[in-house]
């Protein structure tokens, strides 16, 4: 198997020397761009498996270079910044990322949610549900990764949000707290605030055409999270 790369985009050297370190130690090969624009061509230049990316950066900033990436790849990508609004974090996730790293933060911490990420994306320890899911006006094919709905219209999710879909359509009609999805999306060694999962689920239904007020596939359940409500179809 080979060595997984990933590329690390800030324009503060510490930061990326630091980060390097810990990552190398894992086992990754690290790249490293200092501004946007060679961000951005090295993504499409050397095609890593995951992209650590801050947001205030020279050139093109974190939030522009996202969009532009995910223009022609669904390529995982933690986005790392001193900013904490909420606000801050919604667009990032609109835009397409997977994660959400707030400086001043721990390197290790990094290096396990990047683990973490790699791990969703690749669909290592696949289970017996790993299969086609047919659902009334929608279909998932965990393999390929796809998801059409209504028959005609496939839409395109980030690595993450695809998990959180098949997490809650494989148990149609369950109901998952947020620390719940939290373990069986983000995993165990994930370190944040549970609030994401909120984010993730209105971009998810944004993906889908979902209305939150008369939803037809990820119902709320009021103060507790949430569930997938589509019927399986044979």
Known sequence: MSTQRILVVDDEPKIRMTVRGYLEADGFEVLEAADGPSG??????????????????????????????????????????????????????????????????????????ARAILRRAEGLNPSPEDRVLRFDGLVIDPDARTVVVDGDRTVELSALDFDLLLALAGAPGRVFTRRGLIEHVWGRDFFGDERVVDVHIRTLRRALGDDASAPRYVGTVRTVGYRFLARPVS
């Open 40 to 113: 951005l061509a090295s993504v499409l230049r050397d095609q890593p498996d995951l992209v650590v990316l801050d947001v205030m950066l020279p050139g093109l900033d974190g939030f522009e270079v996202l969009r532009r990436i995910r223009a022609t790849s669904q390529v995982p990508v933690i986005l790392l910044t001193a900013r904490t609004e909420e606000v801050d974090r919604v667009i990032g996730f609109t835009a397409g990322s997977d994660d959400y790293v707030t400086k001043p933060f721990s390197a290790r911490e990094l290096a396990l949610r």
